[in-house]
């Protein structure tokens, strides 16, 4: 018996699951994933554009927060960023897998934007600003609401019915453009003197505020209120939700409500209070990025904020370095991002597991 | 080994932060261009070719950055104020959306000279640092019509049109096909200027042929799909030759798959449509870039509030003639062009186009201005284009041309 234990030959090494790692060494683990990232980012732009890899490296930094003005842009898409990221997060605790938040963006476009052509002028400003949120907020909803039913009542897929509602909101645009840039260039100009007040004159400032009270609040919502709880033992299992007496389908469209408003809310943002207009591709895909900021943060508000950065620090230092070397297109930007993803997410692997090499005294016969 | 891999991790994040830290003092440039898409769309590409061919001519190619993939929001005003942060004296942005946004920055920094293309808002602005400019485009679209329509009369006289290219069996109108972008002048005025290139050679070979021309609008400018299936059913319902004013190879690969002749717009498509590519016109930039660069940096006066480039000094091309052009297309087209130039021929001639059958004399509620459109000038009665504006805003609906709604609305 022992002879046939001795006669199986040790691999080099193996994958063992760690106990449990102390927060900052998971932390160091995260930033050193990031840092390697950048520095193969660097190889490969010494390589395929030809400059000085250093520069690169320095230049993702100063791209990202080199000026005020460019700390300003960077907290004000973080901001968006995280408040979709935000959204998303109690469909997916309930694994609702809430792919559309694109389009309940754009629902909240479409509202924000009706109201400031409609009403601007009709009633006194005040009432519009509110009209414009609560709008927006309403569309949101409703967008996220109508595949929370047929999930509910016809149990549909809703990944599929999310993504669709995407192309739908993206055609409903598309429309409404048509109606209202009435030269028929499919322009809309800003409705400026509509627009929501800047804070302070920057326009990142509102979003940073919203961003700021919906992080404390989702916080909140998820771990201490009867929601939170109920949304979690939804996700774990829908029959225990259901043996300990939870209506499911009622939270199903509820959670999806807040999903989709939350969503409506960063429309309100993005046509109200920053670009004072509509277009196609207003969300800029936020509601696709939004899904790895919550997964990569375990749900966790907090986290959520850091990954949030990451993201939005990552997407402007990488396009900013390699305009540095004269790159007039996106590929080289993207696949910066693409490594930068892959390591931060690879390096998960390495916080929950370990690698266990071959012991030095049973291979010391070398 | 932990703590030595810790360490070292520590020591690698110090080193990034002192890297950043020491990227604040940064390159500064001069010219900063701002683009909607990359090099990779046909129409940014003719942008940034030009500007860099500009640059290099001028001997400041260090002095230039260019920020592409910029929407037409918010995000276009921000990127303008970055440049100014590094150090840029001219700003340049490419796409009719972002005009709103840089206003607003030219506002902001009126020691900084923004000039914007296919924009519209200039002249009414009343900023001296803004402007506006474009290219008579039109006569450039005139002169591809021509080599279309010389390609369609060939194929005519060949016998190789089929009877569904002819909108009845008498066969004296042959159908042609055009893929707009959005139903507003500036995308009527180039179709418009098109048919009637192709018309002209019709009505000089004077067989009793004529040509009527369906519209299919994708409203989108970038939509290589919607492009697609537009030229698809434009050759579906019998059009014997195709162009468009979308900025994909929708509808150029369209034609090559379908086999039907097409003349492009923004660059030459022969190598990827070499049975089917006949010419392309496009608006060349250099002679305009060259223009602001010594305005602003080698004193050369101020800038036009809305400087429109011609045939004359080159900012209006023809790309090479693709393989199956008709025989004599070369010639045909020196000589149109001679005309134009000269003003002995005008595009826009009110005796070669009616609208509900009748020759205009008046037009007075043009795209974005009122006011008399229509001028006589040395016995010839024509829709003066680009005159008055640098940005097309001829847009109206003339006979012949029908404007297909099953897809979209006008």
């Known amino acids: 018996m022992s002879n046939a234990v001795k006669a199986v030959k040790e691999p080099l090494f193996h994958i063992e699951k760690r106990a449990s790692l102390p927060a900052w060494k998971a932390w160091a683990i995260r930033g050193g994933a990031l840092l390697v990232a950048l520095?193969?980012?660097?190889?490969?732009?010494?390589?395929?554009?030809?400059?000085?890899?250093?520069?690169?490296?320095?230049?993702?930094?100063?791209?990202?927060?080199?000026?005020?003005?460019?700390?300003?842009?960077?907290?004000?898409?973080?901001?968006?960023?995280?408040?979709?990221?935000?959204?998303?997060?109690?469909?997916?605790?309930?694994?609702?897998?809430?792919?559309?938040?694109?389009?309940?963006?754009?629902?909240?476009?479409?509202?924000?934007?009706?109201?400031?052509?409609?009403?601007?002028?009709?009633?006194?400003?005040?009432?519009?600003?509110?009209?414009?949120?609560?709008?927006?907020?309403?569309a949101g909803a409703i967008w996220a609401v109508i595949p929370a039913i047929f999930k509910a009542i016809w149990n549909t897929n809703e990944s599929l019915f999310t993504l669709m509602m995407n192309y739908i909101a993206e055609g409903l645009v598309a429309f409404f453009l048509t109606l209202w840039a009435t030269d028929?260039?499919?322009?809309?100009?800003?409705?400026?003197?509509?627009?929501?007040?800047?804070?302070?004159?920057?326009?990142?400032?509102?979003?940073?505020?919203?961003?700021?009270?919906?992080?404390?609040?989702?916080?909140?919502?998820?771990?201490?209120?009867?929601?939170?709880?109920?949304?979690?033992?939804?996700?774990?299992?829908?029959?225990?939700?259901?043996?300990?007496?939870?209506?499911?389908?009622?939270?199903?469209i509820r959670t999806l409500i807040v999903s989709g408003a939350l969503c409506g809310l960063v429309g309100c943002l993005l046509s109200g209070a920053i670009n004072g207009n509509i277009s196609t591709s207003m969300h800029d895909g936020m509601g696709f990025t939004a899904i790895m900021v919550a997964w990569l943060a375990k749900f966790n508000p907090a986290i959520m904020a850091v990954m949030a950065f990451v993201v939005i620090f990552v997407e402007r230092g990488a396009a900013f370095a390699s305009r540095q070397m004269g790159v007039t297109n996106s590929a080289f930007p993207s696949i910066v991002t693409g490594i930068i993803f892959f390591f931060v997410i690879a390096c998960e692997f390495f916080i929950e597991y370990k690698l266990k090499f071959r012991s030095k005294k049973k291979g010391g016969n070398e | 080994?932990?703590?030595?891999?810790?360490?070292?991790?520590?020591?690698?994040?110090?080193?990034?932060?002192?890297?950043?830290?020491?990227?604040?003092?940064?390159?500064?440039?001069?010219?900063?261009?701002?683009?909607?898409?990359?090099?990779?769309?046909?129409?940014?590409?003719?942008?940034?070719?030009?500007?860099?061919?500009?640059?290099?001519?001028?001997?400041?190619?260090?002095?230039?950055?260019?920020?592409?993939?910029?929407?037409?929001?918010?995000k276009c005003y921000d990127t303008a104020k970055d440049l100014v942060d590094q150090g840029c004296e001219l700003i340049f942005a490419d796409s009719f959306g972002h005009e709103a946004f840089i206003?607003?920055?030219?506002?902001?920094?009126?020691?900084v000279e923004f000039c914007h293309a296919t924009g519209t808002t200039a002249q009414t602005a009343g900023l001296d640092n803004f402007h506006n400019a474009f290219?008579?485009?039109?006569?450039?679209?005139?002169?591809?019509?021509?080599?279309?329509?010389?390609?369609?009369?060939?194929?005519?006289?060949?016998?190789?049109?089929?009877?569904?290219?002819?909108?009845?069996?008498?066969?004296?109108?042959?159908?042609?096909?055009?893929?707009?972008?959005?139903?507003?002048?500036?995308?009527?005025?180039?179709?418009?200027?098109?048919?009637?290139?192709?018309?002209?050679?019709?009505?000089?070979?004077?067989?009793?042929?004529?040509?009527?021309?369906?519209?299919?609008?994708?409203?989108?400018?970038?939509?290589?799909?919607?492009?697609?299936?537009?030229?698809?059913?434009?050759?579906?319902?019998?059009?014997?030759?195709?162009?468009?004013?979308?900025?994909?190879?929708g509808a150029p690969s369209a034609c090559e798959t379908a086999g039907v002749p097409n003349v492009s717009y923004n660059g030459s498509t022969a190598t990827a449509c070499p049975n089917t590519y006949i010419v392309s016109s496009r608006i060349n930039w250099v002679p305009y870039?060259?223009?602001?660069?010594?305005?602003?940096?080698?004193?050369g006066g101020e800038i036009d509030t809305d400087w429109c480039g011609g045939l004359e000094n080159g900012s209006v091309v023809l790309t090479d003639l693709g393989t199956n052009a008709a025989e004599g297309t070369a010639e045909k087209l020196a000589t149109v062009?001679?005309?134009?130039?000269?003003?002995?021929?005008?595009?826009?001639?009110?005796?070669?186009?009616?609208?509900?059958?009748?020759?205009?004399?008046?037009?007075?509620?043009?795209?974005?201005?009122?006011?008399?459109?229509?001028?006589?000038?040395?016995?010839?009665?024509?829709?003066?284009?680009?005159?008055r504006r640098s940005a097309p805003y001829f847009d109206i609906d003339i006979d012949g041309i029908t404007i297909l709604t099953d897809a979209t609305q006008e």
């Not at chain 2, 040509?211 to 537009?230: H, I, L, P, R």
């Open chain 2, 103 to 111: 206003a607003q920055a030219a506002e902001e920094f009126p020691n």
């Open chain 2, 337 to 387: 062009k001679a005309s134009l130039i000269d003003g002995s021929l005008k595009v826009f001639d009110t005796s070669k186009f009616t609208k509900d059958g009748v020759n205009l004399t008046s037009y007075t509620t043009s795209y974005g201005f009122e006011g008399e459109c229509i001028v006589t000038e040395n016995g010839k009665t024509y829709f003066a284009e680009s005159s």
């Open chain 1, 39 to 138: 520095v193969v980012s660097c190889i490969l732009s010494g390589l395929f554009l030809g400059g000085n890899p250093f520069a690169f490296f320095s230049s993702v930094f100063s791209g990202a927060f080199g000026t005020s003005t460019r700390i300003n842009t960077l907290l004000k898409e973080l901001s968006l960023l995280l408040c979709v990221s935000l959204a998303v997060v109690p469909a997916f605790k309930m694994k609702f897998w809430n792919l559309g938040a694109n389009g309940q963006i754009l629902a909240g476009c479409i509202a924000t934007t009706a109201c400031m052509i409609y009403l601007n002028g009709v009633v006194p400003p005040a009432v519009l600003y509110i009209l414009m949120f609560v709008s927006a907020i309403l």
């Open chain 2, 1 to 74: 080994m932990k703590k030595i891999v810790s360490l070292a991790l520590s020591a690698v994040m110090a080193t990034g932060l002192v890297a950043g830290l020491a990227a604040c003092n940064e390159k500064t440039y001069k010219i900063g261009m701002i683009c909607l898409h990359g090099s990779a769309s046909t129409y940014d590409a003719n942008f940034i070719n030009a500007m860099k061919e500009a640059c290099e001519n001028k001997g400041m190619s260090d002095d230039l950055t260019i920020v592409t993939d910029i929407p037409e929001e918010t």
């Open chain 2, 135 to 249: 290219a008579s485009i039109y006569e450039g679209r005139y002169l591809a019509g021509v080599a279309g329509g010389m390609k369609l009369l060939e194929m005519y006289q060949d016998n190789e049109l089929e009877d569904s290219n002819f909108t009845d069996a008498t066969k004296k109108t042959i159908k042609i096909g055009y893929v707009g972008a959005w139903p507003y002048a500036e995308v009527k005025s180039g179709y418009t200027s098109w048919f009637l290139g192709v018309q002209s050679v019709f009505e000089e070979a004077d067989l009793g042929v004529n040509v009527a021309m369906e519209v299919q609008f994708t409203n989108s400018w970038y939509d290589e799909t919607a492009e697609k299936s537009a030229a698809q059913n434009l050759i579906s319902r019998g059009a014997a030759l195709i162009s468009q004013h979308a900025d994909s190879m």
């Open chain 1, 184 to 252: 028929g260039s499919g322009t809309l100009n800003p409705i400026k003197d509509a627009m929501l007040p800047k804070i302070g004159g920057e326009d990142f400032i509102l979003p940073l505020i919203v961003a700021i009270v919906l992080t404390a609040a989702m916080y909140i919502y998820m771990r201490f209120t009867k929601h939170g709880y109920e949304i979690s033992v939804v996700g774990e299992s829908e029959n225990t939700a259901k043996y300990v007496g939870i209506n499911v389908k009622k939270v199903v």
């Open chain 2, 289 to 299: 870039f060259e223009y602001i660069i010594d305005c602003v940096f080698n004193d």
